[in-house]
């Protein structure tokens, strides 16, 4: 679930364990250094598409319209939508569409799941599906590319034309199909019944039947499930407690047992926790912690893990991750979706 680095740059903070038992009065009595920097993130997204003078800004051409989703939703949970200029965000999003419907990661790129996915949800915090309509294929050339990636034998849905199959994309098929209010075009009983497939006796989830529960890969499938409102499907009780368990002494959540933390699965966890109603069985304050100490808070970004070099994936789910914590100054972001509240509200009446 862990693309490389986007942008980098490097900062070292000390870190520190909270312990407080309210966590709204005592968000203001944090360390200067465990205060989360705005200013510093929202300069630091801006930043990322003025180095096109270095080299890593096109060894990740093959991700630019997914970090353009992960910029723009930190952004906005950041309360700073304005940051990325409008006009020229919804140029680029159609410039990376094909004829087929679907979204390639940049201009010339083959279409696929994922980088659709990314289009459709920054249309949507954008409010740009009027955009889609009258200057790209419009929605509906969308709904037919996605649907055509289903195995209408298994339920399960490819990456891309070349077949590829994995819980992300009947995920983001999903997501952006109920975003653009044609998840009729799918079957989505036997997606459901795939997903059931996939489950595993610890409660959780693989990328496939048979595969290792992953919390990545339990996000899509909850969420999925969440989507489908099939939840009755899950055992929340024995995922619930797989879950918490990812968390580890120093606060941060871990992948699987025995990995190390990282702040990418204060959204992956986090999340799931929240859709099954037990986000009060991992310990927030050291959560919290972890996150805040894992950002650079002079350059701005949030890393992996504290020390690390930050990039735009872990400072979108840092971000994100501190939203379902409730950080204070920070917009509501769904758990479903990993977008604005206000926009899931928008687009889909709730």
Not at 69 to 92: K, M, S, V
Not at 145 to 173: C, H, K, M, P, V
Not at 246 to 270: F, H, M, T
């Amino acid at each position: 679930m862990q693309p490389n680095p986007i942008q980098a740059s490097t900062h070292r903070t000390t870190h520190k364990t909270l312990k407080f038992s309210n966590m709204t009065q005592s968000f203001t009595s944090l360390p200067q250094e465990l205060q989360l920097a705005t200013s510093a993130h929202v300069k630091y997204i801006q930043s990322l598409d003025s180095r096109k003078d270095e080299y890593d800004y096109w060894l990740t051409e093959h991700l630019r319209l997914n970090g353009l989703y992960w910029g723009l939703t930190a952004l906005h949970l950041l309360g700073h939508p304005e940051a990325l200029p409008r006009a020229e965000t919804i140029d680029f999003v159609l410039s990376c569409q094909h004829e087929n419907g679907g979204f390639g990661a940049a201009p010339g790129h083959d279409a696929h799941m994922l980088s659709t996915v990314s289009a459709v949800q920054i249309l949507a915090m954008v409010d740009a599906f009027d955009d889609l309509e009258t200057r790209g294929r419009g929605k509906a050339q969308v709904g037919k590319y996605i649907a055509s990636l289903q195995n209408r034998q298994t339920g399960t849905f490819a990456g891309d034309e070349w077949g590829e199959e994995d819980t992300r994309f009947l995920y983001g098929a999903f997501n952006a199909l109920s975003l653009l209010g044609l998840l009729h075009l799918v079957d989505v009983d036997k997606a459901v019944d795939h997903i059931a497939a996939c489950a595993n006796f610890d409660g959780g989830y693989g990328v496939s039947p048979g595969a290792e529960s992953h919390s990545g890969q339990i996000f899509t499938c909850v969420a999925a499930l969440t989507i489908a409102g099939r939840k009755e499907l899950i055992d929340v009780d024995r995922l619930g407690r797989w879950l918490s368990e990812r968390q580890i002494a120093g606060g941060g959540l871990n992948g699987r047992p025995e990995k190390k933390e990282d702040v990418c699965y204060s959204w992956w966890v986090l999340s799931s926790l929240e859709m099954i109603g037990k986000t009060h069985w991992i310990d927030k304050a050291k959560l919290t912690s972890f996150i805040l100490s894992s950002q650079d808070t002079d350059k701005g970004g949030i890393s992996d893990r504290p020390g690390d070099m930050v990039d735009v994936w872990h400072t979108c789910f840092g971000i994100a991750g501190l939203s379902l914590l409730d950080y204070p100054g920070l917009e509501p972001v769904d758990e479903v979706y990993c977008m604005p509240k206000s926009t899931i509200k928008r687009v889909l009446g709730r």
